[in-house]
């Protein structure tokens, strides 16, 4: 019992110690109101921002973050042709095999492939990232409390650090993320992208719209499944009222 009131000590004092270590920075602040067009019960994707976003991570987020449970195949969700998702795989390179030698090799990426990480393994995305390992994106916006609201309030939350917050070589300010201490820098700046519709690639913008992606790459069924809960919702209303009228019409003669 003694050996157990120590460990919970030591535990509380380790986790106090690492609040204070984050004093100013760490307290979880309230994140800003967005209006998305996939909330409620009848909300929808937009396919063009989700489109944009889906550019934003290939030519901005990819150099780091992989993607490794969305497949090629998959965009069709948001509206692109079987020719366009070929095209767009055969961008990438792809291990595959073994061969009959035995010998693992390179190919073209299929719509059937996933997107590959840009790293071989974890210690090599350390070494190239000051010792942090960048996370798979596949599930973020459902990983996070905030889900998307987070990711876009995260991109275009880079601050300077107030006094008081040490900021170590290889980390920057960020309010939003725990701590304060981010070692992602501002990944997004004005016109880093240019949008292949006309949109004003905003620095707000971009973040908005890979925010969509990513909530689209975490529940690509949501739509379904809203559409399968309004029709369960007016099942349940129908049958609700034809149980209250066979009740009405068997209790009708016993009294």
Known sequence: ????????????????????????????????EYNWSFEGIFGQFDLAAAQRGLQVYREVCSACHSLRQVSFRSLAGLGYGVDDIKALASEYTVVDGPDDEGEMFERDGRPSDYFP???LNAKAAAAANNGAVPPDLSLMAKARKGGPSYIRALLTGYEEAPDGVEILE??????RFLGGRIA???????????????????VDQMAADVATFLMWTAEPKLEERKRIGVKVILFLLVLTGVLYA??????????
Do not use: C
């Open 117 to 119: 990480s840009p790293f």
């Open 170 to 175: 290889g980390q920057n300010y960020n309010p």
């Open 1 to 32: 019992m003694k050996r157990g009131r120590v460990l919970a000590g030591l535990l509380t004092a380790a986790y106090l110690a690492l609040g204070a270590q984050g004093a100013g920075a760490a307290e979880e602040e309230a994140l800003p």
């Open 246 to 255: 066979i009740k009405r019409k068997v209790w009708a003669d016993l009294h």
């Open 184 to 202: 992602m820098a501002p990944p997004l700046s004005e016109g880093v992208v240019e949008y292949q519709d006309g949109t004003e690639a905003s």
